[in-house]
């Protein structure tokens, strides 16, 4: 199975700092990296497929880069409702993983 | 609007069974396959199962591979997972979420429900 590593596991930041939270594969996955958003008490929410790409509704400050076994995800300027833990997934084979997670949480 | 709801959970104890359920609305649910995520008590995301959207395809994690049973009622637009032989580290929320055409992520998600094995 495909191993996602996600750094750093804690992030204490304040509202408009600029973001970067990284997850890095075992092995390639090629652009087939999504990110989601989890706030506390809530589902998952899907932010950035295919590596880049935003999902619908999703604020423009949020970016994602990468292709192969590194990949990036950029919050440019934190808002409060940003704070929580970010999960990377891969879908590129069988079985499907996540991520440790990355928590961002207020400084 | 794509609206997922889970039921079913509940308390059972270690070695027993439970099938939770995801109704599902919003969508042409046959055209799209599904997965049961879960996530244990203040842990992470953890994969499970999915499902074609014929249902001929099944897929599992060796986590529960052999115990849990992935299925789904296209009449009923529903869909299911099965648990036996439940053991303590099964205890998680449980999350239906759909796939997109042609690729295992998850752009909906439905609110979850929890399961707990324990005596």
């Known amino acids: 199975e495909i191993v996602l590593t996600q750094s750093p596991a804690t992030l204490s930041l304040s509202p408009g700092e600029r973001v970067t939270l990284s997850c890095r594969a075992s092995?390639?996955?090629?652009?087939?990296l999504v990110w989601y958003q989890q706030r506390p008490g809530q589902g998952p929410r899907l932010l950035i497929y295919?590596?880049?790409n935003r999902a619908t509704g999703i604020p423009a400050r949020f970016s994602g880069s990468g292709s192969g076994t590194d990949f990036t995800l950029t919050i440019s300027s934190l808002e409060p409702e940003d704070f929580g833990i970010y999960y990377c997934q891969h879908h590129t084979k069988w079985p499907l993983t996540f991520g440790g997670g990355t928590k961002v949480e207020i400084k | 609007e794509v609206q997922l709801l889970e039921s079913g959970g509940g308390l059972e104890q270690p070695g027993g069974s439970l099938r939770v359920s995801c109704a599902a609305s919003g969508f042409i649910f046959s055209n799209f396959g599904m997965s049961w995520v879960r996530q244990a008590p203040g842990k992470g995301l953890e994969w499970v199962s999915a499902i074609s959207g014929s249902g001929g395809r099944t897929y599992y994690a060796d986590s529960v591979k052999g115990r849990f049973t992935i299925s789904r009622d296209n009449a009923r637009n529903t869909l299911y997972l099965e648990m036996n032989s439940l053991r303590a580290d099964d205890t998680a929320v449980y999350y239906c979420?759909?796939?997109?055409?042609?690729?295992?992520?998850?752009?909906?998600w439905g609110q979850g429900t929890l399961v707990i094995a324990s005596s």
């Open positions: 979420a759909t796939h997109v055409d042609g690729a295992a992520y998850f752009p909906h």
């Open positions: 295919g590596a880049s």
């Open positions: 092995q390639s996955v090629n652009r087939d």
